[in-house]
């Protein structure tokens, strides 16, 4: 098959690779893959060649591991060569050749993927490329995007960025349900469990919820530029996450929560531990026992809520890991602001879940 774009790239930048051709294709594009475009039996650097001589337009993905290819670097050659319009296309930031400096780059690292989609459509149109219904080409929307290359404030799309938030919500509820599966697993091996037990799940779902939203909504907001591209693909890794980094993240905090009452519980000469000693100021000697429970208990939730909110954390940025290989254009900033959401937002799916299996507890 004959494509007007032949992408050179590497194959663990793929998966980034497949998203942007079919985004090409969806607008009236050929592209040419090697994975796609390739039969089997074919003499590989011919049929590289002949891609490359039949395509009017030569897309470069740069990334680290495309620098260091050595078939990458072929097809380069092969390109430069035949005269091709190159476009080299910054995904991943890595120390850029000398030969490339000439080129006009796109750097997907800086901004939204729409916008720099708009760009790359923009430029690949001039090599004679027809793009049939694509509204990144429209007079419109090209004027929009040169004054905000000149510097004007970028629109946000609000009902693009709250139309996402339920999204998040239940991609969290199902990720904890799984999660207080797990946990529900465990405490079949503890005595007098057994009548909450196979509610548990239930309670993480709606604790998910509840926690998604607030997740969802920080998320958002920090994303609103990137709001266009962030879909189901992106929001289900919350699944996964909450359901396979949760139950080891609980582990390791709640193991941390056991050490941190122990040590508290020391011995000091003033009384047989510290939690005694904070009880006695505050209730006398005569109300030590209750208020030292009292503590051990205020203590334990707080210890507690701390655990919950650095499992959050963790979570928040392995979420964020996985929206940014198909939206390298994610700052810094914009993901330390969906880290804080998340480690905010699962001590408050957890407390929730709690008072939803509340009224069934003993």
């Known amino acids: 098959m ?85 476009f080299p296309l910054i995904y991943r930031r890595t120390e850029i050749p000398e030969n490339l400096s000439r080129f006009q780059f796109i750097d997907f690292t800086q901004g939204g993927y729409q916008k720099n989609l708009t760009d790359l459509l923009a430029g690949l149109s001039t090599q004679g490329i027809e793009f049939h219904g694509a509204p990144e080409l429209s007079t419109q929307e090209q004027a929009s995007r040169r004054r905000e290359l000149m510097g004007a404030p970028v629109k946000v799309r609000w009902g693009t960025v709250f139309s996402k938030i339920p999204g998040w919500a239940f991609a969290w509820g199902l990720g904890w349900g799984i999660f207080w599966i797990v946990i529900a697993i465990l405490l079949t091996f503890s005595n007098g469990a057994e009548g909450v037990i196979f ?19 920080i998320t958002m907001i920090a994303l609103r530029h990137n709001a266009t591209n962030i879909a189901w693909k992106h929001m289900k890794s919350s699944i996964r996450i909450w359901g396979l980094v949760g139950p080891i993240g609980s582990v390791i905090a709640f193991g941390l929560v056991i050490l941190l009452i122990d040590f508290v519980a020391v011995e000091t000469p003033e009384s047989s531990n510290i939690v005694e000693a904070i009880a006695g100021v505050f209730v006398g000697a005569f109300m030590g026992a209750i208020a030292t429970l009292l503590v051990m208990a205020i203590a334990l939730i707080f210890y507690s809520l701390i655990a919950f909110s650095i499992i959050g954390a963790i979570a928040g940025w392995l979420a964020v890991r996985h929206i940014r290989r198909l939206e390298p254009g994610i700052l810094g900033r914009q993901a330390i602001w969906v880290v804080i959401g998340w480690g905010l937002s699962a001590p408050l799916a957890a407390i929730a879940s709690l008072l939803v299996l509340s009224p069934f507890m003993e």
């Open 2 to 86: 004959s494509g007007q774009i032949f992408i050179s790239y590497s194959r663990k930048d793929q998966e980034f690779v497949f998203k942007l051709a079919n985004d090409l294709e969806a607008r009236g594009g050929r592209v040419w893959l090697d994975q796609a475009d390739i039969r089997g039996g074919a003499q590989w650097r011919q049929s590289i060649a002949n891609g490359i001589e039949q395509a009017k337009a030569f897309i470069l993905l740069i990334s680290p591991d495309s620098m260091a290819s050595e078939y990458v670097n072929i097809e380069l050659d092969i390109a430069e060569d035949q005269g091709k319009a190159i």
């Open 199 to 217: 509610l548990l799940p239930v309670g993480g779902f709606v604790g998910g919820l509840i926690g998604g939203f607030l997740a969802g909504f």
